[in-house]
C-alpha cells in the first residue's frame, strides 16, 4: 500500500514539473494519432536539428524540395529531432500541425509556418528548428536548370524583375506584360523594345503591344526568348 502510494506522489510531482516549464502546453484532444505517424517515420537523434537550438540560425537560402530529408524539433516538446522526407506533393507530416508545405520554402520559412500554427493551439511559445539532412540531388539538378530560363521585365510596368521562362510553354511579348501586372500610367505602349542577344551582339526590337492587345494584331506578337530584357518606356506627353 505505501509503495503504490509513494508511486502516485512520484508521477504527481512529474506531471507538475512537465506543467511548470511551459505554462502555455496543452496535450491536444485529437492530435495525438498524427504525430503518433510521424514519429514512426523517423526520429533520429543524429539529424541536423538535434543540434539547433535557435531559430535565429536556420537556413534561409537553400528551399525545401520533394524527396528532400529534413529533421524537425519542437524544444518546447522535448522530444528527438523526427526525420521526415518531403512527399512528392512537396507536404510533410508535422507533429499537431498535421500536413504542411514544405516544398519551395526554406527551413527558416517553414520554421515560422509552423511556429504559428503550434501558437494558436498547443504551445504559449513554441520554437521550431528545422535543418535539411539530405538533398534530393535529382530534383535539385532539375530546379537549377529551370532556373536558367528567365527573361527581364524593366519600365513602366506595374511589377518589373526577372520573371522565369518555361522550358514547355511559349510567353509572347503581350502575355510578358500582362504577367508583369500590365502597362502603369503613361506607359509607351506602341514602342516597347526587346534587348535580345545574338551572335553578332544585342539586338533590338520594337513592337507595338497596344496594336496586339487592342486590335488583335497577333502576327506581330513577338515570343520571348531567354535572357530577353523587356523595356517599356514613359510616354512623351507634349504641352
Sequence with gaps: MKKS???FLLLVIAVTGLKAQDAGFRIPEQSGRAARQAAATGGSVNAGAAVLSSMDVLDNNQTIASGDLISIRILEDRRDALQLTVAVTGEVQV?????????GKTCRELAFAIKKELEKNFFQHATVVIAIDKINLEDSIRTQEKE???????GIVAKQGKYDLPANEDISISQAILRAGGFAQFANKERVKIIRKTPHGNKTILVNVDGIM???DLERDVFIRKDDVIIVEEKKINF
Design 95 to 103: 507533429p499537431y500541425v498535421g500536413l504542411v508545405t514544405a516544398k
Design 214 to 216: 487592342r486590335q488583335g
Design 5 to 7: 502510494s509513494l508511486s
Design 148 to 154: 536558367l530560363d528567365f527573361y527581364v521585365m524593366f
